[in-house]
């Protein structure tokens, strides 16, 4: 038998492995750390990540799951199941149960031998359970827990390895996750995995590069146990470009061996006895590791000869009971070298053995589903896939209970008799996934099944059944830039009064909101109260959160700050006892709106970050962590801290949130690129945002460019702009009030009285509104004592660039009085905040005035180019030479994070080149 192709020792990776025991060494000082290992199919993460594991000290409980590509589609938590399991390996069952909630565990189903009884309580607590468990477990002794291939990963588990990385803190657990990154397609949802943590100071990132030439000569010789002749190891690695797993299959082949990649793996096994490639197949086709129970019903008999000969040859790998091909390049060459009969006959044996024994519930219906279809038995297919739907629905993994019911939905028309097999109709089935897609955030998908569904189905025979489906429909159309009333209107008049009054109470609170929104406050004030009514009656925490939304929104558009405060914060309590964590952001979210209408915007700031850590506890980081870290950063924007706000903005884009919050973003941070006189910056985010076509925001950046054009100096394109914009629509007070704002300063006076009827008598009694018709009024009949009134409001709403403006405006005014003392010290004041802010064009304009009497301006100080500490690093390390990848790896940070700073470093020296900013940085005494 031919000696096995592997090097038995890791060759290079020194620094890698370093980097890992690092991290390793926080953790025992207490701090957890995630490491995320990424680099292309076969270079070495595993072997890292195992050879880094077998060297720790203290002996860690090390747990292991892998997300795998064939069988796994749909089936969610997979890697973590295997973690789980092993953690009960570890602990035993009596354990287990003792560290289990007394009332039950949303966990129940990934040990069903145990007879756990089941708890709800969503998706937040089953993350909490896991996060406990592994807390717990690392009381005793410190835990590594490693994820393999999350590349691969249903959305499910990508979101709880995210939860763990941001949530075990101070447990002393090292979690490290696998990434082949050949696989990351532009929009693969790893990629988003990867920006996320990527910007964390306790997540290392290792890059797995291609080994030298010097290297693979090494890995040759530790393969031959003696030195290898220097011209095949550069031949080889030539040919393959340093990748060790191509390495070990060239020496395989010999050097000189022709074809591809496939090829050469299996020529690998060629040579292998019968029945070992015939084994080998048979687990390739598993897809997954494969217990030695199953692999016995499938072949039968497996020879234990042939098992042997594939693990001493290094093609398989035992771990306790169960077998895996050693890694996926060689299981995927094996498995599409299969004839498509083979492997049909494999996949049906697989789905017949599984379906046989039925020993893992529900768990093992997606893996089912997936070998039925294989084996071209839809029938099969249809009621394992619509089995693993429910069972995906109740583990709360509900992307992956949308995919699954996809499947249902395409194998349906393919089956004779789909509602025999099923015992259900084509509706109950679109009606799941519509419940799944609002629950997972697919509003496309929702909208489209529940079309589908209302034009299937009997509407007045199921007035009730079709009431759900609109509401969820509007409530999804709106997630997508429409209003969603229709829908909503046609859902309420569905179920009258006494009909079902939870359903009735739930619909009416939507319905509220969504007029709130469209400012039809009339309407909603009707609906809103008819909604509090049935909701006190019903004593339902959830219900009476849901109808105080809205009534605390109608408090703030007339102008009753404290009432409509008072209202979120209750809807925000009653939405967290009844566990609607989504309602509880949402209201935190307008709750911030209202404080910075009342001029209280450090407030809100600490409103928005509170509500972005606990969407990021709850998993809601994409679907309200977004919309908050958005009016975080509009509040950081009005309060002067504006690299702060953009730092806010990047990490939020970097969690690709849903387009309506793109938007959002990208306005604030067009709202400061402008005001510094980026206008080509500015101008490529408007274009971005209006391209989106989400009205709000398109009428926002109308205001946006008119601010620009006054900037500019471009009076004609003000002029246009505001004859547009003063027509278009605008959403709410809050909206209204910096429209007002920018029309104002573009000195269109005419156009006043059209904006200003926007703010009610009421809501211009608030802080900013106030300020804002102070600026206007001034703008409009321009003397000293208006604009110091407008000084004195910019000043108590702590809105540092207004207060520039309305500095720069009264100090224009003295002048044209002839109050010259006066003037100098107003605009000495305007200079000084507005080159804190880097404000540019304003700048130019306190030049000009300034000129007029001769008032010089302060040396720029060496440190006030704006830059935030953390450019101020990146400066400090870039000075060094050091290229992007080393500053990232330097600053344990992620590379589009440090190109983000580099730009910005850039900009704001006016450098150029890199080289050009080092130098200015060394003549500034930037670098002390």
């Given at each position: 038998m031919p000696s096995p192709v592997i090097s038995p020792v890791l060759v290079g990776r020194t620094a890698e492995l370093a980097a890992i025991e690092a991290a390793y060494g926080q953790v025992r000082a207490g701090e957890s750390t995630t490491v995320l290992v990424t680099g292309e199919a076969g270079i070495g993460k595993s072997r890292l990540v195992s050879t880094a594991t077998g060297r720790l000290t203290a002996e860690p409980l090390v747990l292991r799951g892998g997300c795998l590509e064939l069988g796994s589609g749909g089936t969610p938590w997979l890697p973590f199941v295997a973690v789980m399991r092993e953690l009960r390996r570890a602990w035993g069952p009596e354990r287990l149960r003792a560290e289990l909630p007394a009332d039950g565990t949303a966990l129940a189903d990934w040990w069903p031998e145990l007879g756990l009884t089941r708890a709800d309580g969503g998706q937040v607590r089953l993350f909490e359970e896991v996060l406990t468990l592994l807390g717990r477990a690392a009381r005793d002794q410190p835990v590594v827990l490693v994820i393999e291939d999350l590349q691969w990963a249903d959305m499910s588990s990508r979101e709880l390895f995210a939860y763990l990385a941001r949530n075990l803190v101070d447990r002393p657990v090292l979690l490290v996750g696998t990434i082949r990154s050949g696989e990351l397609t532009p929009g693969h949802p790893t990629r988003q995995l990867l920006g996320e943590l990527g910007r964390r100071a306790d997540v290392v990132r290792i890059e797995l590069a291609a080994l030298e030439r010097r290297e693979v000569a090494a890995l040759l010789t530790a393969i031959e146990g003696r030195p290898v002749d220097p011209v095949v190891a550069s031949e080889i690695h030539r040919r393959s470009d340093g990748n060790p797993l191509f390495v070990e299959a060239l020496k395989s082949s010999g050097s000189a061996a022709g074809g591809g990649l496939s090829d050469l793996l299996l020529d690998r096994v060629a040579d292998l006895s019968p029945d070992a490639r015939h084994l080998l197949a048979a687990i390739a086709v598993a897809g997954a590791e494969v217990s030695d129970v199953i692999l016995a019903d499938v072949l039968e008999r497996p020879s234990d000869e042939a098992l042997h000969e594939l693990v001493e040859r290094h093609q398989v790998v035992v771990r306790d009971t169960v077998y895996a091909v050693r890694h996926d390049l060689i299981r995927e060459a094996v498995y599409g070298a299969l004839l498509p009969g083979e492997r049909r006959r494999l996949h049906r044996r697989y789905a017949t053995a599984i379906d046989s024994r039925d020993t893992d519930g529900d768990y093992q219906a997606a893996a089912l589903a997936e070998h039925w279809q294989a084996a071209g038995e839809h029938g099969q297919a249809l009621t394992a896939a619509w089995r693993a739907a429910a069972g995906a629905g109740r583990q709360f993994a509900y992307d992956d209970q949308v995919n699954l019911l996809d499947k249902v939905l395409t194998l349906w028309p393919e089956v004779g008799n789909p509602e025999t097999l099923t015992g259900v109709s084509h509706v109950d089935v679109l009606a799941a996934g519509v419940e799944a897609a609002y629950s997972a955030g697919r509003a496309d998908w929702g909208v489209r099944r529940s079309t589908e569904a209302l034009a299937e189905m009997d509407v007045t025979a199921e007035p009730m059944r079709a009431a759900r489906f609109l509401g969820l429909q509007g409530l999804m159309q709106n997630r997508l830039g429409a209003s969603g009333l229709d829908s909503?209107?046609?859902a309420v008049a569905l179920v009258p009064p006494g009909a079902d009054d939870l359903l009735r109470t739930r619909l009416l609170a939507w319905l509220a909101f969504g007029l709130c929104i469209e400012e039809k406050h009339e309407r909603a004030g009707a609906v809103t109260r008819e909604a509090d009514v049935l909701a006190e009656r019903l004593g339902d925490d959830g219900l009476r959160a849901a109808a105080l939304l809205p009534a605390a929104y109608l408090d703030d558009a007339m102008g009753e700050g404290d009432a409509a405060l008072a209202k979120y914060i209750e809807c925000e309590e009653l939405a967290l006892r009844a566990g609607d964590h989504s309602l509880c952001l949402t209201a935190s979210q307008w709750r911030s709106l209202a404080l910075v209408l009342d001029g209280r915007l450090e407030e809100a700031v600490q409103v928005n970050a509170r509500g972005q850590q606990l969407a990021e506890s709850w998993g809601l980081v994409r679907a309200r962590g977004s919309m908050l870290a958005q009016n975080r950063a509009w509040a950081l924007f009005r309060l002067g801290r504006w690299d702060e706000a953009l730092d806010v903005i990047d990490d939020a884009l970097a969690d690709a949130p849903p387009l309506r919050y793109v938007a959002a973003l990208q306005q604030v941070a067009a709202e400061i690129a402008v005001r510094r006189g980026c206008f080509e910056d500015a101008k490529r985010l408007i274009d971005d945002t209006v391209a989106s076509e989400f009205q709000p925001f398109a009428t926002m950046?109308?205001?946006?460019?008119?601010?620009?054009?006054?900037?500019?100096?471009?009076?004609?394109?003000?002029?246009?702009?505001?004859?547009?914009?003063?027509?278009?629509?605008?959403?709410?007070?809050?909206?209204?009030?910096?429209?007002?704002?920018?029309?104002?300063?573009?000195?269109?006076?005419?156009?006043?009285?059209?904006?200003?009827?926007?703010?009610?008598?009421?809501?211009?009694?608030?802080?900013?509104?106030?300020?804002?018709?102070?600026?206007?009024?001034?703008?409009?009949?321009?003397?000293?004592?208006?604009?110091?009134?407008?000084?004195?409001?910019?000043?108590?709403?702590?809105?540092?660039?207004?207060?520039?403006?309305?500095?720069?405006?009264?100090?224009?005014?003295?002048?044209?009085?002839?109050?010259?003392?006066?003037?100098?010290?107003?605009?000495?004041?305007?200079?000084?905040?507005?080159?804190?802010?880097?404000?540019?064009?304003?700048?130019?304009?306190?030049?000009?005035?300034?000129?007029?009497?001769?008032?010089?301006?302060?040396?720029?100080?060496?440190?006030?180019?704006?830059?935030t500490a953390r450019e101020l690093e990146v400066l400090q390390v870039l000075a060094q030479g050091l290229s992007n990848a080393e500053i990232a790896r330097k600053l344990f940070v992620s590379g589009n994070t440090v190109a983000t700073h580099v730009a910005r470093v850039l900009r704001k020296l006016g450098a150029a080149s890199r080289t050009e900013a080092s130098a200015i940085a060394h003549r500034e005494g930037l670098l002390n």
């Open positions: 909503l209107e046609r950046m109308m205001a946006v460019r008119l601010t620009m054009a006054t900037l500019q100096g471009d009076a004609a394109t003000a002029k246009q702009l505001v004859e547009r914009a003063v027509g278009l629509p605008l959403w709410n007070t809050y909206d209204a009030t910096w429209f007002l704002l920018a029309v104002a300063q573009a000195g269109a006076g005419s156009a006043l009285p059209s904006a200003q009827k926007y703010l009610t008598p009421a809501t211009s009694r608030r802080a900013t509104p106030a300020a804002v018709l102070c600026s206007a009024e001034a703008a409009e009949h321009s003397s000293a004592e208006r604009w110091r009134r407008a000084v004195d409001a910019w000043r108590q709403v702590g809105d540092r660039y207004e207060l520039a403006v309305a500095l720069t405006e009264l100090g224009r005014s003295e002048l044209a009085e002839r109050n010259e003392w006066s003037a100098r010290e107003t605009l000495a004041e305007a200079r000084v905040v507005a080159t804190e802010l880097s404000a540019e064009p304003l700048l130019a304009r306190i030049g000009v005035l300034a000129d007029r009497i001769g008032l010089r301006a302060d040396p720029r100080p060496a440190r006030a180019f704006g830059l």
